[in-house]
C-alpha cells in the first residue's frame, strides 16, 4: 500500500493553522497513524487509528479521515512543532510511511 | 518507564553482515510485536520488519527480504536484526520500536528507540 503525503514541506508561523494531507493507494479503513520526528530524536507517536490522540499528546494535534483520505491538523502551531511529520499505515502487516511533511518556520 | 537501546551499528563494506540489539525494558516484552524501522540520510521512514509476541509470525519489507532475518528471545528481552549482503543502499539509522499489540496486525508504533546508525561503504 503506497502511502502519498501533501505537501512535502511548508512554511508557517507560530499560531498557524496547518493541515498535512496522507492518501492511501487504497481503501484502509481507519488504520493510520501520525509521527513526529525532529533531528537527532526518536519519533514520536501523534495520533493512532486516524483520530486517537496519544497519551500525553497536546490537544492541539487531531486527527480525521477514512478510507483513502486522512488529516493531520495543528490548531496553533507552536515553536516546539516545527518538525517532519509522517503518516503510516497499519491495515496491511507490510507497514508502510508517508514520504514524510517537514514543517518549517517562515 | 519503558526504555528500548539499540546497538550493534558501525562502518561495514558492502556483502558483510552486521547484527543488531535492541534492549527492552520497562514493559512485559514477551506480550508485544517488535519491529525495525531506519530512516537514510536525507531520506524519510522506511518500515523494515516486524515480529509477533511469540515470533511465529514475522514480516519483512521487499528490500530486505531474503538478506535480513528478525528474531526475539523473550527471555533475554531483546529484539535482534542479523544483516546479511548488505549493500550501499542499506546505510541508515536503525530505529527499534515497540508494536501496539501482540501480533502484527493493526500495529503502530510506540516508543521508538534513539536508533544505531549502520554505514556500508568500500
Known amino acids: 500500500i503506497q502511502m502519498t503525503q501533501s505537501p512535502s514541506s511548508l512554511s508557517a508561523s507560530v499560531g498557524d493553522r496547518v493541515t498535512i494531507t496522507c492518501r492511501a493507494s487504497q481503501s484502509i479503513s481507519n488504520n493510520l497513524n501520525w509521527y513526529q520526528h525532529k533531528p537527532g530524536k526518536a519519533p514520536k507517536l501523534l495520533i493512532h487509528t486516524a483520530s486517537s490522540l496519544q497519551s500525553g499528546v497536546p490537544s492541539r494535534f487531531s486527527g480525521a479521515g477514512s478510507g483513502t483520505d486522512f488529516t493531520l491538523t495543528i490548531s496553533s502551531l507552536q515553536p516546539e512543532d516545527f518538525a517532519t511529520y509522517y503518516c503510516q499505515q497499519s491495515y496491511s502487516s507490510l507497514l508502510t510511511f508517508g514520504g514524510g511533511t517537514k514543517v518549517e518556520i517562515k | ?122
Not at chain 2, 542479523?82 to 508504533?109: H, I, P
Request: glycine content about 12%; aromatic content about 12%.
Open chain 2, 1 to 122: 518507564e519503558v526504555q528500548l537501546v539499540e546497538s550493534g551499528g558501525g562502518l561495514v563494506q558492502p556483502g558483510r553482515s552486521l547484527r543488531l540489539s535492541c534492549a527492552a525494558s520497562g514493559f512485559t516484552f514477551d506480550d508485544y510485536a517488535m519491529h525495525w524501522v531506519r530512516q537514510a540520510p536525507g531520506r524519510g521512514l522506511e518500515w523494515v520488519s516486524g515480529i509477533s509476541w511469540n515470533s511465529n509470525n514475522i514480516v519483512y519489507a521487499d528490500s530486505v527480504k531474503g538478506r535480513f532475518t528478525i528474531s526475539k528471545d523473550n527471555a533475554k528481552n531483546s529484539l535482534y536484526l542479523q544483516m546479511n549482503s548488505l549493500r550501499t543502499e542499506d546505510t541508515a539509522l536503525y530505529y527499534c520500536a515497540k508494536g501496539s499489540g501482540g501480533t502484527l496486525v493493526t500495529n503502530w508504533f510506540d516508543p521508538w528507540g534513539q536508533g544505531t546508525l549502520v554505514t556500508v561503504s568500500s
